[in-house]
């Protein structure tokens, strides 16, 4: 049973942008009891957080990434979706979508990966 | 930011034996302290928050404790489906949660 599933492009060309969407069938994106968030995974490294959005609209974004970042929802489609701008190597990564509650992260999308190259 | 620091990055122990595994925080976050295991090729999977309250579903082998700065995540007696990487993350700071670099466990 697929609770957030990722999908987009598996290849970005430097400079570009990066876009991709999670669909959420574990519940209503506008549910006031969680918020919605991106991580990533450089391939053989550790996890960054990229940012949030929560049902309110309010989004907070890493700062070492917030210049190219957003985070925006779907309602209609209960999707979330991830555009991250300029991208360059270090972008290329596997991108989770998942589900936050109180700080923590209980359920997570199987990620896809990103590679960036032209 | 609160750096997140683990140790030792690997651990080598063998099926039934006890590993400890250690994170450091660069400044107090209180107990908001998660831990997560991630196999290859999967997404990690949230074990222990709060610092020690299990989530749902997790065996009663792992546990979690400490508060402010240090942390430690023991897992009892290691089963073949225990190795694989462990993260820790703060969560003291809503706005700019950090994880630790990994531990990765090993059989020895």
């Known amino acids: 049973q697929v609770q957030l599933q990722e999908s987009g492009p598996g290849l970005a060309k430097p400079s570009e942008t990066l876009s991709l969407t999670c669909t959420v069938s574990i519940g209503s994106v506008s549910s006031g009891s969680y918020y919605w968030t991106w991580i990533r995974q450089p391939p053989g490294k550790g996890l960054e957080w990229i940012g949030y959005m929560f049902s309110s609209g309010t989004t907070s974004y890493n700062p070492s990434l917030k210049s190219r970042v957003t985070i925006s929802v779907d309602t209609s489609r209960n999707q979330i979706s991830l555009k991250l701008s300029s991208v360059t190597a270090a972008d290329t990564a596997v991108y989770f979508c998942?589900?936050?509650?109180?700080?923590?992260?209980?359920?997570w999308g199987q990620g896809t990966l990103v590679t960036v190259s032209s | 930011e609160i750096v997140m620091t683990q140790s030792p990055a690997t651990l080598s122990v063998s099926p039934g034996e006890r590993a400890t595994l250690s994170c450091r925080a660069s400044q107090s976050v209180s107990s908001n302290l998660a831990w997560y295991q991630q196999k290859p090729g999967q997404a990690p999977r949230l074990l222990i928050y709060g610092a020690s309250t299990r989530d749902t579903g997790i065996p009663a082998r792992f546990s979690g404790s400490g508060s402010g700065t240090e942390f430690t995540l023991t897992i009892s007696s290691l089963q073949s489906e225990d190795f694989a990487v462990y993260y820790c993350?703060?969560?003291?700071?809503?706005?700019?949660?950090?994880f630790g670099g990994g531990t990765k466990v090993e059989i020895k």
């Open positions: 998942v589900r936050g509650a109180g700080g923590i992260f209980d359920y």
């Open positions: 993350q703060q969560y003291n700071n809503w706005l700019l949660v950090t």
